[in-house]
């Protein structure tokens, strides 16, 4: 089982990224799909899930209104969109699977990726 994340990199205060994971070994079909960050020196934080079949969503409070998740379960892939990034969304994201249902508990998922570098600069 793999997630490969992609799609970081560094921008300005404002712009957009869009990350990406891939999903091999894992039907993500099947799977809830979470995207997740952490900060320096700080704890691995909730960002955003989505339901396998999509029709259920759930976003941090900081998030909302800028980020939004979605799937491709023909691609075995799930998406991050950024919009209006801010200093604060600088960290390292991960997307993670768990089968079931979408939670915000980082513990309860069991398949993770490797991480992908998202640096907002000022």
């Known amino acids: 089982v793999q997630l490969q994340a992609s799609g970081g990199g560094l921008v300005q205060v404002g712009d957009s990224l869009r990350l990406s994971c891939a999903a091999s070994g894992l039907p993500v079909s099947i799977h809830a799909m979470g995207w997740f960050r952490q900060a320096p020196g700080k704890e691995r934080e909730f960002v955003a899930a989505?339901?396998?079949?999509?029709?259920?969503?759930r976003y941090a409070d900081s998030v909302k209104g800028r980020f939004t998740i979605s799937r491709d379960n023909a691609k075995n892939t799930v998406y991050l969109q950024m919009n209006s990034l801010n200093d604060d969304d600088t960290a390292v994201y991960y997307c993670?699977?768990?089968?079931?249902?979408?939670?915000?508990?980082?513990?309860?998922?069991?398949?993770w990726g490797q991480g992908t570098q998202v640096t907002v600069s000022s």
């Open positions: 989505i339901s396998w079949n999509a029709d259920s969503t």
């Open positions: 993670a699977a768990r089968r079931g249902g979408i939670f915000s508990d980082y513990r309860l998922y069991e398949h």
